[in-house]
């Protein structure tokens, strides 16, 4: 293998790379952490967007950038990389900041990276792997660096790809191309990749199997890969379900509920999944409560799914969930005895905000079941909790009600994400 040949055709690529993408919200954030003399570690799903972001931040003159994901790397090890570091100079003599994308897949990276900090040089590593980034930081690196978890592309950010001006005025025919494009989104999710013109369910199946075997499979040399492909298939094609480890054992024939949550801990630090805990006062009961299942995109939903018809009220609420994650708000879901909350968002200790996410209240039924639902879940948050907004998330309604005294905000998905 020619190094130098291969590092000069990766600096080609990620100039080609920013040719053709776009700026992202986590753009300033991001720029702010390039001031940092620390580590900065980008984290989230594959092709989600990671390497972009550092790419168009900074000047094409000042870094230098090297894909560990090239199968043409695969087999360097610790000891090769200072003769990788050393041909990066050649490559890019006046490199004032280095981008290590994928590094994780060579092992032992961490000590690399620490040893060109401590020669004072500005280290930024991209990866799609939470828990194993965050083991080996942990392990050399604490305090030494910033990280940031980059999502696929929100509806705002898919808005200002398509050059929508969101400024000014909100008219009526502003209003109508917003919601033209929502449905767009909605049908595509965020996947750059898929955005530029892919065909959205070929890329997305084939980059699930790349998640499922070379994050997972051929990194923790996971054996019963059928099971594993079942379980987040599964998860992600019932996205908002609460998931019981007893049954989830028994469906996929697990020896142990030990394995179960190996198995679902490779799916959650691989972003194909995300984990919601139930709301209690008490936080040690936080974690004894069942979980709620969400995976990472809309697109990745549509792209798996083996169902006739679609579940709408589903694809809702996981656009909630995934836009309050990107929000970085502490939030978790609520149950009483007899109704439950979908969305309980928690601001200095205190429940600020409970949100209801359904499709449509045009049946009276469904308006009593979800009012009734928040409201209950409100008096039962009082105690503690004096001053709590009610909104209930929809596909395209718009009012303010009031309901046995507790005001109630109904908004339009579309309307609520570019809040």
Known sequence: MDLKTVLIEQQDEADQICKNSFSRDKSTEFKKLLKSKLIKIILGVRRSGKSTLCLLSIDKDSYAYVNFDDERLISININQLNQLYETLLQVKPNTKYFIFDEIQNIPHWELFVNRLHRKGLNIIVTGSNGKLLAKELASHLTGRHLSLELYPFSFREFLKMKKINLIGPQTTEKKAVVNNHFQSYFDLGGFPEVLKGEPQGR?????????????????????????????????????????????????????????????????????????????????????????????????????????????????????????????????????????????????????????????????????????????????????????????????????????????????????????
């Open 203 to 419: 890329y997305l199946r084939e980059l699930f199997d790349k998640i499922i075997m070379r994050d997972i499979v051929e990194r923790f040399q996971v054996r019963n890969v059928r099971i594993l492909k079942e379980l987040a298939m599964y998860l992600i094609q019932n996205s908002t379900g609460f998931a019981s480890l007893e049954i989830l054992k028994k469906t996929f024939s697990f020896k142990s509920v030990n394995s179960l949550r190996t198995y679902l801990g490779y799916l959650h630090d691989v972003f194909l999944i995300y984990e919601l805990s139930g709301y209690s006062h008490k936080i040690k009961e936080r974690s004894t409560m069942p979980k709620k299942y969400y995976a990472d995109d809309l697109g990745l939903m549509r792209a798996l799914n083996t169902k006739p018809t679609p579940d709408l009220g589903a694809k809702l609420e996981t656009l909630v969930f995934l836009e309050l994650k990107r929000r970085e708000h502490e939030f978790y879901y609520f149950k009483g005895s007899n109704f439950d909350v979908d969305f309980c968002i928690i601001e200095n200790t205190k429940v600020k905000k409970l949100i209801q996410v359904c499709y449509s209240l045009e049946s009276e039924k469904v308006k009593n079941r979800e009012f009734k639902s928040i409201v209950k879940a409100q008096s039962e948050l009082s105690k503690f909790h004096p001053k709590i907004e009610l909104i209930i998330i929809t596909w395209n309604e718009n009012a303010s009600f009031n309901f046995e005294g507790h005001d109630i905000k109904i908004l339009p998905i579309s309307t609520w994400l570019l809040l």
